[in-house]
């Protein structure tokens, strides 16, 4: 009861209402939602490391013998280096006729069975454009091999998300169905995922390799029907086997 001249209880604080508790439950997926956003965006990008912009330049790659059609720009075969000046793969490995190839921006070293030829490619991004540069080797009349490379793509922490979402888009953009042989692997250094696209007319067999924030994505397309399933293993075996990411 309360007595005649004293206060009585004080009024208890009301609590949040509605609307403000719906805001910070919201609030607090906002992280999560840019995270998923930033990953679709980059999805059309890692697509285009494939495609090079073009809609029909993913089948056309293993067509016409890998040479990117859609590419702005294309500087031509790029300087080879012997086995002797390159630190990163080791020639003996190779297979015979192939050579020792250094990126001559300084990304990777490879083993190919010719020089590449090259093109760049800007690529736009939120906070600003990069360059896609695509080596692209023809092997036989059924095989091509393009490795593309695009510095400042990968945010940090994203490395395994923008790796599945090759894998992803890849099939999408082909219209085929992408095989995953394993999670994506951190050896501490760098990620890596291995993944295979099967579409109609072909199949390409994929390595994706995050080192800081660059993608490095490896390629194999094999039209189909396969003369020589033998000889195509081996060549992907030497492409991934070979391929020292640097940067």
């Known amino acids: 009861a309360t007595v005649a001249g004293q206060p009585g209880p004080a009024e208890p604080e009301p609590g949040p209402t509605r609307s403000a508790r719906v805001l910070r439950q919201v ?6 939602l840019i995270f998923i956003a930033l990953a679709i965006a980059v999805v059309a990008t890692i697509v285009a ?19 990117s059609q859609s590419a702005p720009t294309t500087t031509g075969p790029a300087p080879t280096t012997s086995s002797a000046t390159t630190t990163g793969v080791d ?3 190779f297979p015979d006729g192939w050579i020792a190839y250094s990126d001559p921006d300084g990304s990777f070293e490879a083993a190919l069975p010719a020089t590449p030829s090259v093109s760049r ?4 991004l939120p906070d600003g454009p990069a360059i896609r540069r695509e080596y692209t080797v ?3 009349a059924s095989r091509s091999i393009v490795l593309g490379v695009t510095p400042g793509l990968v945010p940090a922490g994203a490395a395994a998300a923008i790796l599945e979402s090759a894998a992803r888009g890849s099939a999408a953009r082909l ?8 999670p994506p692997v951190d050896d501490g250094t760098r990620s890596y995922l291995d993944f295979s696209v099967a579409y109609p007319g072909g199949l390409m067999e994929a390595r994706g390799i995050v080192v800081g924030t660059t993608l490095h994505l490896l390629t194999v397309v094999v039209r189909e029907p396969d003369p020589d399933p033998v ?10 086997d070979n391929y020292v990411a640097t940067t």
């Not at 609030?27 to 999560?32: D, E, G, K, T």
């Not at 219209?175 to 394993?182: C, F």
């Not at 000889?231 to 991934?240: K, N, Q, R, T």
Request: net charge negative.
């Open 27 to 32: 609030s607090r997926f906002i992280p999560v």
């Open 49 to 67: 490391l494939i495609d090079g912009g073009d809609d029909d330049s993913d089948l056309s790659r293993a067509d016409v013998g890998g040479v």
């Open 91 to 93: 020639a003996s490995e």
């Open 121 to 124: 490619e800007e690529v736009p």
């Open 138 to 140: 023809p092997v036989g």
């Open 175 to 182: 219209g085929g169905t992408a095989a995953v042989s394993a």
């Open 231 to 240: 000889a195509s293993a081996a060549v992907v075996e030497a492409v991934f």
